[in-house]
């Protein structure tokens, strides 16, 4: 067993010891709101936007983009759980913006080992051979912060199945000072009527 698996089944051990109440939760989401984020793993959605247990849903991938899964998502979240509000999170330097759909497509025709990066860019090992299935997936990789807040709120907006009534807020997560900065015109895209 790796240290991983040690450390992390340790820490659920004393989290389950201490459990109590949170058995109670209902299973909707007490707040009423729900948030697509970067999986990032120096976001904190719990610490930023001041969650505790069962307050909100968090809908996390990479670059927090509005991909089908996220707005399948988004819809169980409010169709079947009640939510009545969204926001889009991405953040500041976002790994999402350092490649290209091209770029990974090709590191994956050299090798599915894992890639190095320097000033110079992307590499590959090349070794143990590759495919080009990467090729074919649109990767959402990000080329301007706002302008993808913008673009996935526009996207959730326009979805059939998304409510007109449920508002959509766009910020960007600054991963320098921990603030939430608005993107106003993506809450303007998003604003419900």
């Not at 909100?56 to 009545?84: E, F, P």
Request: with cysteine; charged share 25%; net charge negative.
């Amino acid at each position: 067993m790796s240290n991983i698996v040690n450390e992390v089944t340790s820490a659920n051990s004393e989290y389950a010891a201490s459990f109590g109440d949170k058995k109670d939760l209902p299973m909707p989401p007490g707040r009423q709101f729900a948030i697509l984020t970067c999986m990032d793993a120096r976001l904190d959605p719990a610490k930023y936007a001041g969650l505790a247990e069962g307050d909100a849903h968090v809908i996390r991938n990479a670059g927090g983009r509005a991909s089908d899964d996220a707005i399948r998502s988004l819809i169980i979240s409010y169709k079947l759980l009640g939510t009545k509000e969204w926001f889009v999170i991405h953040h500041t330097d976002c790994g999402m913006e350092t490649f290209t759909t091209e770029i990974i497509g090709d590191l994956l025709s050299g090798s599915l080992k894992t890639s190095s990066v320097d000033a110079s860019g992307w590499h590959d090992s090349n070794a143990g051979g590759g495919t080009t299935d990467g090729k074919f997936i649109n990767w959402l990789t990000i080329s301007n912060q706002e302008k993808s807040v913008l673009e996935d709120v526009q996207r959730i907006r326009s979805n059939s199945m998304v409510p007109r009534d449920i508002p959509i807020y766009g910020y960007i997560y600054d991963c320098k000072s921990g603030q939430l900065v608005e993107v106003p015109d993506a809450t303007e895209a998003g604003k419900a009527s």
